[in-house]
């Protein structure tokens, strides 16, 4: 029976296009949230859309972020040691093309139009129509390959709102399937 899918196991090989395109293909089929990743330096805001975030630990609080090597922001944060990280809501699609864009303004401008504020600890801007901010100190940084892991100590964090998530999958931004109002804690 074919599926129409490629399901031949493939190794990847650093050289081989091929096997890059197929593992981004593989990965995409893992939905992720969206944030946008924020600092201040020189008193500048600067920001980028990341889908690699994750809490990484309860105690002390933790959460960790991949930005590629020849991020800009990546050399920002640090030199500041801060940084903010904002959960993007369903309805953010704009905003999280606006700071994937290498081409919008930098700066104060690049974040004209869109509601936010300062977080308390690092000062950097946390967008008000998220759902979630996290604000931190940088407590670690991890080379892994092409990226380079950083691990925020949380110094403060909130819900901002009760709307459904942002979420990447398969190359699409898409909205969080609908949450039931019953929540329970996991372990």
Same mark, same amino acid.
């Given at each position: 029976?074919?599926? $129409?899918?490629?399901? =031949?196991?493939?190794? /990847? !090989?650093?050289?081989?296009?091929? @096997? *890059?395109?197929?593992?981004?293909? &593989?990965?995409?089929?893992?939905?992720?949230?969206?944030?946008?990743?924020?600092?201040?330096?020189?008193?500048?805001?600067?920001?980028?859309?990341?889908?690699?975030?994750?809490?990484?630990?309860?105690?002390?609080?933790?959460?960790?972020?991949?930005?590629?090597?020849?991020?800009?922001?990546?050399?920002?944060?640090?030199?500041? $040691?801060?940084?903010? =990280?904002?959960?993007? /809501? !369903?309805?953010?699609?704009?905003? @999280? *093309?606006?700071?994937?864009?290498? &081409?919008?303004?930098?700066?104060?401008?690049?974040?004209?139009?869109?509601?936010?504020?300062?977080?308390?600890?690092?000062?950097?801007?946390?967008?008000?129509?998220?759902?979630?901010?996290?604000?931190?100190?940088?407590?670690?940084?991890?080379?892994?390959?092409?990226?380079?892991?950083?691990?925020?100590?949380?110094?403060?964090?909130?819900?901002?709102?009760?709307?459904?998530?942002?979420?990447?999958?398969?190359?699409?931004?898409?909205?969080?399937?609908?949450?039931?109002?019953?929540?329970?804690?996991?372990?």
């Amino acid at each position: 029976m074919s599926t $129409g899918l490629d399901t =031949a196991p493939r190794a /990847a !090989a650093p050289s081989d296009e091929a @096997a *890059r395109r197929s593992f981004r293909r &593989a990965a995409g089929r893992f939905p992720t949230g969206v944030t946008v990743i924020t600092t201040v330096l020189d008193g500048e805001p600067h920001g980028t859309t990341v889908n690699a975030f994750a809490t990484a630990s309860m105690d002390p609080l933790m959460i960790l972020v991949a930005l590629g090597r020849r991020s800009r922001l990546r050399e920002q944060i640090l030199r500041s $040691g801060r940084f903010a =990280a904002t959960v993007l /809501a !369903a309805h953010q699609e704009r905003d @999280a *093309r606006w700071f994937a864009d290498s &081409a919008r303004p930098a700066g104060a401008e690049g974040f004209a139009g869109r509601p936010w504020r300062p977080a308390a600890h690092s000062g950097a801007p946390v967008l008000l129509d998220g759902v979630a901010s996290f604000d931190c100190s940088l407590a670690a940084t991890c080379p892994a390959g092409d990226h380079t892991v950083l691990i925020g100590r949380v110094e403060a964090f909130e819900e901002l709102s009760q709307e459904p998530a942002l979420l990447f999958s398969d190359s699409r931004l898409v909205a969080c399937p609908a949450q039931t109002p019953d929540r329970t804690e996991t372990a």
